[in-house]
């Protein structure tokens, strides 16, 4: 066994606080990380607060990991000791069905194994994520990184974030000559202007916040409205081919699906804790628009994904926090105060907590 330390929530009400922990001695396929820094998601709190069913406690989050390869199993063949790699949000699946045969573990229809509070499919035990200096993959779980070092701890977020949204984008083919909206400037948001910018399509970004126009304008987005103007909203009217919304709280898809052309589609990636208001369904009939989800994504498009921002220098926009700092970071969360993810530098573990 390996000896891992980390940051763990012991219950639903009390902070993240250091835990010792054992990882698995390396199987043959497996291979061990040491874990330079990791990413904060909003899944993060969601579950160490107990705010999603099914927590299992001690719980240790954080699936946007990005670290060196230290050793290798026997027969782990893509990877080798002093690698840069990245985990995202799986860590197994069952490898045999139709999803993963198509790659598209994300879909497992055995359901896949997260990186955190994940049953283990060989021992049943609890996965535990990336708040830690330690972990332990199977090789078909973990990603190559082609990004300078320098710039490890902004890649971290692309392991989440930049999938979440990247996923979408090619499934429904988005490029040049499309018009995209991207509703929401967030730790998703940011990175969906960022990436249907880099893919040639005309971005328009989707706002609350008047505050929040230039920043968008500096991601890349060519045009921003605010979602509360009636009069910016109606001039965009039957005009998009592709909206990707990542707001995470029940809004007025309406306002939206609206604005799409005929046969254009509006992809949710945000999971709100209530329901969102259900849409006017005349709004999809008479244009045949498409209400869609996607999640995440496979382990070959989200390679796919980080070769395209290593092959274009697209990194996420972080702020870089010392783990004991994470409640904190929480809070600031909670309040929308990053811009525009969170980042743990793993280093910090080994200061007093």
Same mark, same amino acid.
């Given at each position: 066994?390996? &000896?891992?330390?980390?940051?763990? @929530?012991?219950?639903?009400?009390? %902070?993240?606080? %250091?835990?010792?922990?054992?990882?698995?001695?390396?199987?043959?396929?497996?291979?061990?990380?040491?874990?330079?820094?990791?990413?904060?998601?909003?899944?993060?709190?969601?579950?160490?607060?107990?705010?999603?069913?099914?927590?299992? =406690?001690?719980?240790?989050?954080? +699936?946007?990991?990005?670290?060196?390869?230290?050793? &290798?199993?026997?027969?782990? &063949?893509?990877?080798?000791?002093?690698?840069?790699?990245?985990?995202?949000?799986?860590? #197994?699946?069952?490898?045999?069905?139709?999803?993963?045969?198509?790659?598209?573990?994300?879909?497992?229809?055995?359901?896949?194994?997260?990186? =955190?509070?994940?049953?283990?499919?060989?021992?049943?035990?609890?996965?535990?994520?990336? =708040?830690?200096?330690?972990?332990? !993959?199977?090789?078909?779980?973990?990603?190559?990184?082609?990004?300078?070092?320098?710039?490890?701890?902004?890649?971290?977020?692309?392991?989440?974030?930049?999938?979440?949204?990247?996923?979408?984008?090619?499934?429904?083919?988005?490029?040049?000559?499309?018009? !995209?909206?991207?509703?929401?400037?967030?730790?998703?948001?940011?990175?969906?202007? *960022?990436?249907?910018?880099?893919?040639?399509?005309?971005?328009?970004?989707?706002?609350?916040?008047?505050?929040?126009?230039?920043?968008?304008?500096?991601?890349?987005?060519?045009?921003? !409205?605010?979602?509360? $103007?009636?009069?910016?909203?109606?001039?965009?009217?039957?005009?998009? $081919?592709?909206?990707?919304?990542?707001?995470?709280?029940?809004?007025?898809?309406?306002?939206?699906?609206?604005?799409? *052309?005929? $046969?254009?589609?509006?992809?949710?990636?945000?999971?709100?804790?209530?329901? +969102?208001?259900?849409?006017?369904?005349?709004?999809?009939?008479?244009?045949?628009?498409?209400?869609?989800?996607?999640?995440?994504?496979?382990?070959?498009?989200?390679?796919?994904?980080? #070769?395209?921002?290593?092959? +274009?220098?697209?990194?996420? $926009?972080?702020?870089?926090? /010392?783990?004991?700092?994470?409640? &904190?970071? =929480?809070?600031?969360?909670?309040?929308?105060? !990053? *811009?525009?993810?969170?980042?743990?530098?793993? @280093?910090?573990? *080994?200061? /007093?907590?």
């Amino acid at each position: 066994m390996i &000896t891992a330390q980390g940051y763990a @929530a012991q219950s639903s009400d009390t %902070p993240l606080a %250091p835990f010792t922990f054992e990882r698995r001695a390396l199987r043959p396929n497996d291979v061990r990380i040491d874990i330079l820094y990791c990413g904060v998601c909003h899944s993060d709190l969601h579950t160490a607060r107990g705010e999603w069913p099914g927590t299992l =406690y001690p719980c240790v989050p954080g +699936h946007e990991i990005v670290g060196r390869v230290t050793e &290798t199993g026997e027969a782990v &063949t893509k990877f080798k000791q002093g690698d840069i790699v990245g985990v995202g949000c799986m860590v #197994d699946s069952c490898q045999h069905c139709d999803a993963c045969a198509d790659g598209l573990e994300q879909y497992c229809e055995n359901g896949f194994t997260g990186t =955190y509070n994940g049953p283990d499919r060989e021992t049943g035990g609890n996965t535990y994520g990336g =708040y830690s200096d330690v972990i332990v !993959v199977r090789e078909e779980f973990v990603l190559k990184i082609g990004h300078a070092e320098a710039d490890l701890a902004a890649v971290a977020p692309l392991l989440c974030a930049g999938i979440t949204t990247w996923s979408p984008l090619k499934h429904w083919k988005v490029g040049k000559g499309q018009k !995209v909206g991207v509703v929401g400037i967030g730790g998703l948001g940011h990175m969906g202007i *960022k990436l249907a910018h880099a893919l040639g399509a005309h971005v328009v970004a989707f706002t609350t916040s008047p505050a929040k126009r230039e920043d968008a304008l500096k991601l890349g987005a060519d045009e921003v !409205v605010v979602s509360r $103007d009636e009069e910016e909203m109606a001039a965009h009217a039957n005009s998009f $081919d592709f909206i990707l919304n990542t707001v995470a709280a029940p809004h007025d898809l309406d306002a939206f699906l609206t604005l799409l *052309k005929r $046969d254009g589609t509006m992809t949710l990636v945000g999971a709100p804790a209530e329901p +969102h208001p259900s849409p006017t369904v005349a709004n999809l009939i008479f244009k045949r628009r498409h209400l869609a989800g996607s999640l995440i994504g496979g382990i070959e498009e989200t390679q796919e994904m980080l #070769d395209f921002c290593a092959e +274009h220098g697209i990194l996420a $926009d972080i702020e870089t926090i /010392p783990m004991q700092e994470i409640e &904190t970071a =929480y809070e600031r969360m909670l309040k929308s105060d !990053v *811009k525009y993810r969170f980042v743990i530098d793993m @280093a910090s573990l *080994k200061q /007093p907590a």
